[in-house]
């Protein structure tokens, strides 16, 4: 009864916003008292088809279905040794899917080839370990996933590309003549740029900026822009400039940009700066406990189109929320509104600057502040890892096996997820609407489709095995449902 009452709740929640059912899949290849852990999902655009992998303890389970949703194919995986922690992309040829994976420390590849019309699969571990190099990231294409790597204390990147059929291939790019320089002005390394010393980590976050990004993602200082054909890692560790490298693939060729941007206003030097692409522009950010600017370049020009200035003894005249603090960790969200600009200005003191950008009908959407970690002694975990962690991923659950997996390689559910970290993160921020001019402009802010996606599963039971993703012009989310033991998905559109 009380799954009944469960069900017909969330489908009344989410019919509020344009939202159906979608598919249900049985959890049919696994023993009775194998739960879905985890699940993922890859879209063929080509073969009009997309399939399901639900991971547990003993196996992944694969399910090919067409976009009317006809069932194709299915069978299970018992997927790779104990130790590959996260998916980290995919490629798709001829009807066949391989996942990629990557091990915990950032060392050792693998992948499982999923074959639908065999219905069967080929589990590989590649012949090589990262020594000198640091994982920064992946970027799947087509036939094609590209692992970028960084040389330690250099200024060499590499990239790593294989192909569906396994094959793969090592390019190095050495930027030692491009001088790179630190906040004093001074030469430094590409591997010092994208190197967290306090962390111990290299945390690139994957955008795509056809979703709602939020500031707990953009503020990280470097990213890796996934605009298909291309890829641009952009580096803002430093206050001077904001560095851009472009890569087109599949030919590898690569163009690098500086950007400058502000570290300060006359006497008041910047704590944090921070950038946000969106098409050909630029948004870079900086601020101290006194004061924040904004400025808009044009990306080819680095033409300077709009600058915000914002004090700390001053209302804010382009703002249309109020200044909102959230504070988050893996267990809850609790959100307050505060009433001075100096409120605001005070998380550039310890956190990390960040600017978002969304379209509306009129221009943009524009959020501003920044976002900070709240460091926690102790011991464990306390639970699964949440995104911000040395794997990049968005949730790492382990199962009884050893077999851990994440979603990192699916953005949109990574802009979904972003909110939960394993360490608590307090944001603060403001909502901006502005015309094609970037003119301030009155009006309500537009909830996002993440939003209104969250606000109404926060009342419900914990989801397990979430994921989010987009097929055409809608999203789709699902999750498991342990007692009938079926995983259903939900259609929903903006």
Do not use: W
């Amino acid at each position: 009864m009380f799954f009944r009452i469960l069900f017909l709740s969330i489908f009344c929640v989410f019919s509020t916003f344009a939202q159906t059912p979608f598919l249900e899949i049985p959890n049919d290849l696994s023993k009775k008292n194998n739960s879905v852990e985890n699940a993922y999902v890859v879209v063929d655009n080509e073969k009009k088809t997309f399939s399901t992998f639900m991971v547990n303890e003993q196996s992944i389970n694969a399910y090919l279905y067409s976009q009317e949703l006809e069932p194709i194919s299915k069978f299970a995986s018992k997927g790779l040794p104990e130790g590959y922690n996260e998916i980290i992309g995919k490629t798709i040829k001829n009807g066949q899917v391989r996942l990629y994976f990557k091990e915990y420390y950032n060392k050792k590849f693998g992948a499982v080839l999923f074959d639908f019309y065999r219905e069967q699969s080929i589990e590989t571990e590649f012949g090589f370990k990262l020594e000198d190099e640091i994982y920064l990231q992946s970027h799947s294409y087509q036939d094609r996933l590209y692992i970028i790597t960084v040389s330690k204390k250099s200024s060499l990147l590499n990239i790593y590309t294989f192909q569906h059929d396994g094959k793969f291939e090592k390019k190095s790019f050495d930027f030692t003549e491009n001088v790179f320089v630190n906040g004093k002005n001074e030469p430094t390394t590409l591997y010092k740029l994208l190197y967290d010393s306090f962390n111990g980590l290299t945390s690139v976050v994957k955008i795509e900026e056809s979703n709602p990004n939020s500031l707990q993602i953009t503020s990280n200082l470097s990213k890796i822009y996934d605009r298909g054909d291309s890829f641009i890692l952009s580096i803002d560790k430093e206050g001077l400039f904001t560095y851009l490298l472009e890569f087109k693939v599949p030919e590898l060729s690569v163009k690098i940009a500086a950007i400058e941007k502000l570290n300060g206003m006359g006497d008041e030097k910047f704590n944090t700066t921070n950038s946000y692409l969106y098409k050909d522009k630029i948004f870079q950010i900086g601020g101290n406990s006194k004061i924040m600017v904004l400025t808009v370049k044009e990306l080819a020009t680095k033409k300077e189109l709009k600058r915000f200035v914002l004090s700390k003894d001053e209302d804010i005249p382009f703002k249309n929320s109020a200044i909102i603090e959230e504070y988050a960790t893996n267990q809850s969200i609790k959100t307050k509104e505060l009433d001075k600009t100096n409120l605001l200005l005070q998380i550039f003191n310890g956190g990390n600057s960040g600017v978002a950008v969304n379209p509306t009908s009129t221009g943009y959407q524009l959020t501003l502040g920044g976002n900070e970690i709240i460091k926690r002694g102790g011991g464990g975990f306390g639970g699964p890892m949440m995104f911000g962690g040395p794997g990049n991923g968005m949730m790492i659950n382990s199962t009884s096996s050893g077999m851990v997996v994440t979603s990192g390689f699916n953005p949109t559910f990574f802009s979904f997820g972003s909110f939960p970290y394993n360490e608590a993160n307090r944001t603060k921020r403001i909502e901006c609407l502005f015309n094609e001019d970037f003119e301030h402009i009155d009006g309500e802010i537009p909830q996002n489709v993440f939003n209104r996606l969250r606000n109404h599963t926060s009342n419900l039971p914990k989801a397990k095995a979430e994921t989010v993703f987009r097929m055409d012009d809608y999203f789709v989310y699902g999750r498991y449902f342990t007692i009938d033991n079926v995983y259903k998905f939900f259609k929903f559109s903006e």
